[in-house]
């Protein structure tokens, strides 16, 4: 019943900033937990950021201090700010969504926690 959209994806340069976005369908985006999640090509998803329906945020080791997860529920939309982008960093960048709302915190960390996907987008980083 959720749709997700994933846009704002590009090719930057490394230090440079992009913002990425996730606009859900549905009625009840705020009683959802959202999440960031990447893979690059040969690599597993990994987690990336999360977000929970009363704002606490969880960022990954990776990118802690250069990203920030926010949501806008009046929007249906999640954001992923990212800064100061490394090489690294290059991925397809995934949304995710959760109605379940009640585990703790490392419960949203894994890809098995989130009941619907986007298609992706792109982001590479050049060095």
């Known amino acids: 019943q959720v749709q997700l959209v994933e846009s704002g994806g590009g090719l930057v340069q490394a230090g440079d900033s992009l913002r990425l976005s996730c606009a859900a369908s549905?009625?009840?985006?705020?009683?959802?937990?959202m999440g960031w999640f990447r893979q690059a090509p040969g690599k597993v998803r990994e987690f990336v950021a999360a977000?929970?329906?009363?704002?606490?945020?969880y960022v990954a080791d990776s990118v802690k201090g250069r990203f920030t997860i926010s949501r806008d529920n009046a929007k249906n939309t999640v954001y992923l700010q990212m800064s100061s982008l490394k090489p690294e960093d290059t991925a397809v960048y995934y949304c995710?969504?959760?109605?379940?709302?009640?585990?703790?915190?490392?419960?949203?960390?894994?890809?098995?926690?989130?009941?619907?996907w986007g298609q992706g987008t792109q982001v590479t980083v050049s060095s």
């Open positions: 995710a969504a959760t109605p379940r709302t009640y585990y703790s915190g490392t419960y949203y960390y894994s890809t098995n926690a989130y009941d619907y």
């Open positions: 549905g009625r009840t985006f705020s009683s959802y937990v």
């Open positions: 977000v929970r329906t009363t704002g606490s945020t």
